[in-house]
């Protein structure tokens, strides 16, 4: 079976990072080789037990997860940071990834789950709990919608008309028609109606 991942668990509830270590223990090829309660015991354990994966809460006093994971990964960058929440917001997962966290994964996740994403992160690769995947692709959409579109979809949605959007950003009609056809395109919507529904289902616009 060659070396066993050897990980990490960093959580400031003991409850959790003991069920966490029971499950972990009982699986074949992963080793846990210590547990701390908050981001700054972790970047120093981290430091000094090199585990293959820092299996990390987000939401903890003093130092949270996501200074910590940002820490660990420019420290000692051969760590793959697993971020580990109960929380599925958006902001938190771009912010984790950003922080360097090859992965992200849900408290609730099932077991496989959870050891899917501890084997793809220690082997290099990234991992985003499958749970997440709608969210994550919402913020992939939001990214292609420009500040502008994003701003003319929001006007779009508060009633205006071309006209009115044209007046208010001192613009053309022809530019604000032009800047629509492009939200509709990169939104795949049949009318603005429909660009705005999705929109406001997916949170790009309020």
Partial sequence: MGEPITCLIVDDHEVVREGLRLALSRTENIRVVGEAADGGAAVALAKRRRPNVVIMDVRMPGTDGLQAAREITTDVPEVAVLMFTAYGERSLLTRGLEAGAKGYILKEAPHQTLVRAIQKVAGGDGYVDPALMPAFLTKEREHMLTAREREILQLLADGMSNADVAGKLFISQETVKSH????????????????????LRQAIID
Avoid: F, G
């Fill in 180 to 199: 629509v056809r492009h939200i509709l395109s990169k939104l795949e919507a049949d009318t603005r109606t429909h660009a705005v529904a999705i929109a």
